[in-house]
């Protein structure tokens, strides 16, 4: 039985490596919101909330997960007890309107702590059969073609399987001339707008056609699934939907107008590991590829995200870097690493498979707060 006796809401703040820019805005570091889920037996659950600090990405932001979890997400779960995590989900959903990322922080460290409770892995406990996930690198925006070139020749040095390069007008053909030129033709090359073009730039983004991209992830805005599916007709490359899909619902809509041919899910965007398996089950029977994205994520989230990648469908190398990509130190043990451009999962583990570190949680903790019935 899923009980959970209280919720335990951590901001921390962790600083970039480097500063990662896409065409909306700039990370230097995060402020991240963790949530603690407690079992009366003294089991945790962990969620990682993947909202930023501004608003460029998603509506949501740290500032408001942390309003919503703590006013009203986690005070629907403490003191309760339900069946399963998709009940957990449910109960969200029904109570919550939006805040699909604040949701997602709890309803995630659900999963988690079920998977405890069972002594299973998350990996298996949500359909996973895949032992290792193949890694691509999402590289910023950069100064010079040059400079990406740099970084994209470096990354396939290190192993990556994809490399997928920002753009934004100003800084696409020249720069995606220069990546591809780095990483050979038949590399697997993506790009990723992030909803920085509008529909008049259809004859520009055409031109991205000669590139032979994987893919070009989240060109328009991301409420305009009818204007994607007008510029998928007029491109030969597949477009991909990232902030577009918030929910089953909206990869439905997706599908049924044909706005592109792939989806980037991050369980942390569509509300939890229930939508999300739910998107890949959607995906699968309708003959659309998926991956999964990622949120500059700790250790907590990319062991979310390790863990739903190991399900069949997910056939494309997903943004799951290794640890020391981002970070001098992760908040997990052991870190994540990288062998031969792959993530092992941790099936043989309970749970997510991390411990978190603590005591070094707390030297980076700025607020914390005990939610209890
Ligand atoms: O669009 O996928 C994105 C990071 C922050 C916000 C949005 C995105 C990204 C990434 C980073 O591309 C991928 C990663 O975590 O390595
Ligand atoms: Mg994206």
């Known amino acids: 039985m899923l009980e959970i006796s209280h919720a335990v809401l951590r901001e921390i703040r962790l600083s970039l490596k480097r500063p990662f820019q896409i065409s909306s805005g700039i990370a230097h570091h995060r402020r991240i919101l963790l949530v603690e889920l407690k079992h009366p037996?003294?089991?945790v659950g962990w969620g990682e909330c993947v909202?930023?600090?501004?608003?460029?990405y998603s509506p949501e932001t740290v500032d408001t997960a942390w309003l919503a979890v703590q006013r009203w997400i986690a005070p629907l779960v403490v003191g309760k007890r339900f069946d399963t995590p998709v009940a957990v989900s449910?109960?969200?959903?029904?109570a919550v309107r939006g805040h699909p990322m604040a949701r997602a922080a709890v309803e995630m460290a659900s999963w988690d702590l079920a998977a405890?409770?069972?002594?299973?892995?998350?990996?298996?406990?949500?359909?996973?059969?895949?032992?290792?996930?193949?890694?691509?690198?999402?590289?910023?925006?950069?100064?010079t073609p040059a400079e990406l070139a740099a970084c994209a020749a470096d990354a396939v040095t290190r192993?990556?399987?994809?490399?997928?390069?920002k753009?934004?007008?100003?800084?696409?053909?020249?720069?995606?001339?220069?990546?591809?030129?780095?990483?050979?033709?038949?590399?697997?090359?993506?790009?990723?707008?992030?909803?920085?073009?509008?529909?008049?730039?259809?004859?520009l983004l055409r031109q991205l056609d000669q590139f032979d991209l994987t893919m070009i992830e989240q060109p328009l805005e991301q409420g305009?699934?009818?204007?994607?599916?007008?510029?998928?007709?007029?491109?030969?490359?597949?477009?991909?939907?990232?902030?577009?899909?918030?929910?089953?619902?909206?990869?439905?809509?997706?599908?049924?107008?044909?706005s592109g041919r792939i989806i980037n899910i991050k369980p942390g965007r569509v509300g939890g590991f229930t939508a999300a398996t739910g998107i890949h089950d959607l995906a699968c029977r309708s003959g659309v590829d998926v991956w999964c994205g990622g949120m500059l994520e700790t250790g907590v989230g990319r062991a979310h995200n390790v863990a739903l990648s190991s399900l069949p469908h997910f056939t494309l190398p997903g943004d799951l870097s290794p640890s020391a990509r981002y970070w001098e130190r992760d908040i997990v043990r052991p870190e994540w690493t990288m062998v031969d451009g792959a993530l092992t999962v941790p099936l043989d583990r309970v749970g997510s498979g991390v411990d978190v570190d603590l005591p070094f949680v707390d030297d980076i903790t700025q607020r914390q707060e005990i939610v209890a019935p």
């Open 41 to 43: 037996d003294g089991l």
């Open 51 to 56: 909202a930023g600090e501004t608003p460029h």
């Open 90 to 94: 449910r109960a969200l959903e029904h």
């Open 116 to 143: 405890r409770i069972e002594q299973r892995s998350l990996a298996a406990l949500l359909g996973g059969v895949r032992e290792r996930v193949a890694t691509g690198i999402s590289l910023g925006l950069q100064e």
């Open 159 to 165: 192993g990556y399987r994809r490399v997928k390069v």
């Open 167 to 203: 753009i934004e007008p100003g800084r696409d053909i020249e720069y995606v001339a220069a990546a591809r030129g780095a990483v050979g033709p038949s590399f697997q090359l993506s790009v990723d707008a992030n909803a920085a073009y509008e529909p008049k730039d259809t004859e």
């Open 224 to 258: 305009d699934l009818l204007r994607h599916a007008e510029l998928q007709r007029a491109l030969a490359t597949p477009i991909c939907l990232d902030e577009s899909i918030t929910s089953i619902a909206r990869a439905e809509d997706m599908i049924a107008l044909g």
